[in-house]
């Protein structure tokens, strides 16, 4: 099971991402893909996985469709 936060801005998901990721091993860091979407995922300390992810400011939404 995953937790998929979706972030209202790039500084919300790297605050969020850096409070999570204390004792977390983290599988993702937070970067912009292909499509300008900004993704990271880790799993905390406690064993939840969590997908953090917001638009980037170069979101291309015509790659999405």
């Known amino acids: 099971v ?3 936060l979706h972030c209202a801005d790039q500084k919300q998901a790297r605050v969020l991402y850096k ?11 937070l970067q912009a893909n292909y499509f300008g979407i900004i993704v990271g995922s880790l799993t ?7 997908i953090l992810q917001c638009l980037g400011q ?5 790659r999405v469709i």
């Open 58 to 62: 170069n979101f291309l939404f015509d």
């Open 44 to 50: 905390d300390r406690y064993g939840h996985h969590w």
């Open 19 to 29: 409070k999570l990721s204390v004792g977390a091993t983290k599988a993702e860091p």
């Open 2 to 4: 995953s937790l998929m």
